[in-house]
Nanobody, 121 residues
Framework: QVQLVESGGGWVQPGGSLRLSCAAS????????MGWYRQAPGKERELVAV???????NYADSVKGRFTISRDNAKNMVYLEMNSLKPEDTAVYYC???????????????WGQGTQVTVSS
Protein backbone atom coordinates (compact mmCIF):
# COMPACT_ATOMS: atom_id res chain seq x y z
CA GLN A 1 0.00 0.00 0.00
CA VAL A 2 2.91 2.32 0.74
CA GLN A 3 6.17 2.06 -1.14
CA LEU A 4 9.51 3.62 -0.30
CA VAL A 5 12.19 4.05 -2.94
CA GLU A 6 15.71 5.20 -2.09
CA SER A 7 18.20 6.81 -4.42
CA GLY A 8 21.57 8.52 -4.23
CA GLY A 9 23.79 5.72 -3.04
CA GLY A 10 27.12 4.94 -4.61
CA TRP A 11 30.85 5.04 -4.10
CA VAL A 12 32.72 7.93 -2.57
CA GLN A 13 36.20 8.54 -1.18
CA PRO A 14 36.73 9.14 2.54
CA GLY A 15 35.89 12.71 3.39
CA GLY A 16 33.41 12.96 0.56
CA SER A 17 29.68 13.52 0.60
CA LEU A 18 26.52 11.84 -0.61
CA ARG A 19 22.88 12.78 -0.46
CA LEU A 20 20.30 10.03 -0.15
CA SER A 21 16.67 10.55 -1.07
CA CYS A 22 13.61 8.50 -0.27
CA ALA A 23 10.22 8.94 -1.87
CA ALA A 24 7.07 7.51 -0.36
CA SER A 25 4.20 6.70 -2.68
CA UNK A 26 0.98 4.72 -2.78
CA UNK A 27 -2.17 4.97 -0.72
CA UNK A 28 -0.78 7.31 1.90
CA UNK A 29 -3.00 9.08 4.37
CA UNK A 30 -0.26 10.44 6.58
CA UNK A 31 3.31 9.77 7.61
CA UNK A 32 4.53 10.06 11.15
CA UNK A 33 8.26 9.56 11.61
CA MET A 34 10.69 8.91 8.76
CA GLY A 35 14.20 7.67 9.20
CA TRP A 36 17.31 6.07 7.83
CA TYR A 37 18.85 2.81 8.98
CA ARG A 38 21.97 1.07 7.79
CA GLN A 39 23.39 -2.41 7.90
CA ALA A 40 27.01 -3.30 7.29
CA PRO A 41 28.12 -6.87 6.53
CA GLY A 42 28.13 -8.97 9.68
CA LYS A 43 26.51 -6.25 11.75
CA GLU A 44 23.06 -5.51 13.08
CA ARG A 45 20.86 -2.99 11.36
CA GLU A 46 21.15 0.30 13.21
CA LEU A 47 19.27 3.55 13.31
CA VAL A 48 21.18 6.37 11.65
CA ALA A 49 18.73 9.23 11.92
CA VAL A 50 15.04 9.87 12.40
CA UNK A 51 12.87 12.90 11.83
CA UNK A 52 9.39 13.25 13.25
CA UNK A 53 6.50 15.02 11.59
CA UNK A 54 7.03 18.00 13.84
CA UNK A 55 10.62 18.36 12.67
CA UNK A 56 12.44 16.99 15.69
CA UNK A 57 15.46 14.86 14.83
CA ASN A 58 17.64 12.23 16.45
CA TYR A 59 20.99 10.90 15.28
CA ALA A 60 23.23 8.00 16.09
CA ASP A 61 26.31 9.16 17.97
CA SER A 62 28.53 7.85 15.19
CA VAL A 63 27.05 10.25 12.62
CA LYS A 64 26.16 13.23 14.76
CA GLY A 65 27.61 16.40 13.32
CA ARG A 66 28.27 14.80 9.95
CA PHE A 67 24.84 13.70 8.71
CA THR A 68 21.69 15.78 8.39
CA ILE A 69 18.20 14.38 7.96
CA SER A 70 15.39 16.46 6.49
CA ARG A 71 11.96 15.91 5.02
CA ASP A 72 9.47 17.48 2.67
CA ASN A 73 6.03 16.68 4.03
CA ALA A 74 4.24 17.97 0.94
CA LYS A 75 6.18 15.54 -1.25
CA ASN A 76 6.37 12.68 1.25
CA MET A 77 10.13 12.60 0.94
CA VAL A 78 13.01 12.28 3.35
CA TYR A 79 16.67 13.04 2.72
CA LEU A 80 19.96 12.21 4.33
CA GLU A 81 22.90 14.51 3.67
CA MET A 82 26.10 12.68 4.52
CA ASN A 83 29.32 14.64 4.87
CA SER A 84 32.84 13.74 5.96
CA LEU A 85 32.17 10.13 5.10
CA LYS A 86 34.33 7.44 6.65
CA PRO A 87 35.01 3.86 5.56
CA GLU A 88 33.00 2.67 8.54
CA ASP A 89 29.95 4.37 7.03
CA THR A 90 29.95 1.71 4.32
CA ALA A 91 26.63 -0.12 4.49
CA VAL A 92 23.29 -0.64 2.85
CA TYR A 93 21.11 2.29 3.83
CA TYR A 94 17.38 1.76 4.24
CA CYS A 95 14.60 4.29 4.30
CA UNK A 96 11.91 3.76 6.91
CA UNK A 97 8.54 5.36 7.44
CA UNK A 98 5.84 4.97 10.04
CA UNK A 99 2.71 5.69 8.05
CA UNK A 100 -1.04 5.34 7.81
CA UNK A 101 -2.34 3.97 4.55
CA UNK A 102 -5.58 5.51 3.34
CA UNK A 103 -8.50 4.50 5.56
CA UNK A 104 -6.26 2.42 7.83
CA UNK A 105 -6.87 2.51 11.57
CA UNK A 106 -3.29 1.84 12.57
CA UNK A 107 0.17 2.80 11.35
CA UNK A 108 2.53 0.38 9.66
CA UNK A 109 6.30 0.54 9.54
CA UNK A 110 7.46 0.48 5.91
CA TRP A 111 10.91 -0.17 4.50
CA GLY A 112 12.63 0.72 1.27
CA GLN A 113 14.71 -1.73 -0.72
CA GLY A 114 17.99 -0.25 0.41
CA THR A 115 20.79 1.56 -1.37
CA GLN A 116 24.48 0.72 -1.16
CA VAL A 117 26.92 3.31 0.14
CA THR A 118 30.59 2.46 -0.19
CA VAL A 119 33.30 4.68 1.25
CA SER A 120 36.83 3.72 0.25
CA SER A 121 40.01 5.09 -1.24
Amino acid sequence: QVQLVESGGGWVQPGGSLRLSCAASGSIFSINAMGWYRQAPGKERELVAVIHNGGNTNYADSVKGRFTISRDNAKNMVYLEMNSLKPEDTAVYYCNADAFATLSSYPINYWGQGTQVTVSS
